[in-house]
């Protein structure tokens, strides 16, 4: 799990640090900043699993329109810089730290200027990523060199053999999934086979529960359950496909002799079956982290507060097993999706000067002592203004 990150000159993050929990929640007024912090993550992961053939550091500039556009634009400083901190929840007392830096040069020009891994158990500290001039070597815990690579525009991990000690590690980074929910572009068709991994926008919704519908038969029960509980008249949803390759979503409704295509259903249906599909989704298909974007978006406010409380019970539900939850940072402007979170689980994200600044919430006592006699709810402390004067 990710505990703490620092980031320098990315975007409106000129020098931001700050500890994340297994839930965390972004809150604060448009502009703030909240997006900035949820594209560290894609773009990071963009540098570390390009396609093949393709540069990383290349590929994720040019998906934000240059260095120019990437770096903090309230100075002349050149470097970019991101530091990740976390736990390994399999090892006890074991952590690491992943730092990452890109400088600017001449014509839009950038490159891989640093990169770092170090793991520590106890009071031992090894380098996975040990850095000699322009050369960076995958290493393993006893010292030995593996791979090297002196390309600036790609990450060491550009090639991981399997006998390194940092591929588990590494690969949940792969894992990390984003989201933010485009109902209008969930109603086109879907390829068959193209349903391992529920898209960004939910662009394959329908390929996406086929493939939990017929082979994850549980998941895809539970999210029907789930959905016809909660919606009014539903009695269930299916997936079918074509003799054209293609596969569509529908559902049957009470007093209806017909069942309703995808094109029919609401937009707060599509998109509260993505979302609940990622609560039910199998372990194999689960990702390490999920950063979403304002998930409340379309849902009526039970839903909200239905959605929360399954997702808790889910992840329950997990580590009573056994096993390692999910991370998750949400960014939302809603009071009523804050009133579900715990205080410790708010970041209050605003800017100043160009700036974006983060503040907890948690840390300050007064407002602990309001949410803890209940004073006020945890929606209307965090949109009342008063956050503001914390900057």
Known sequence: MITRLHVKNFKSLKDVSFSLGPLTMLVGPNMGGKSNILDVFSFVQQ????????????????????IGEVLWKGG???????????????????????????????GGYAQVQRESLVVREGDAEKELIVQEDNVRWLANRNGQKIVSSSSGTRSAMGSVPENWDG????????????????????????????????DRHGRNISAWLMTLQTRYPESFRRIMDASCDLFPG??????????QGTVFLASNEQGLKQSVGIRGMSDGELAFLSLISLVYAPPELTASLYCIEEPENHLHPQLVEALVRLARQVRQEVVDAG???????????????????????????????????????GDQEHLRALVTDKHFGLGDIVYSGSLRDLQ
């Open 47 to 66: 540098m570390l699993f390009p396609q093949p053939g393709v540069d990383g550091l290349t590929f994720a500039l040019a998906q934000r329109g240059g």
């Open 76 to 106: 002349n400083e050149s470097l970019v810089a991101f530091r990740f901190d976390g736990t390994d929840p399999k090892s006890k007392g074991s952590s690491w730290s992943y730092l990452l830096e890109i400088v600017a040069g001449l």
């Open 167 to 198: 591929v588990e590690l590494i690969s949940s980074f792969r894992l990390w999934m984003f989201y933010q929910l485009i109902p209008q572009v969930m109603r086109e068709p879907n390829q068959t086979g193209a349903g391992l991994g529920l």
């Open 234 to 243: 539903l009695k269930s949803i299916f997936t079918w496909p074509t003799p």
């Open 323 to 361: 096993g390692t939850p999910s991370q998750i940072i949400l960014t939302t402007h809603s009071p009523l999706l804050v009133d579900t979170m715990e205080l410790d689980e708010i970041l209050w994200v605003d800017k100043k000067d160009g700036e974006t600044r983060i503040v907890r919430p």
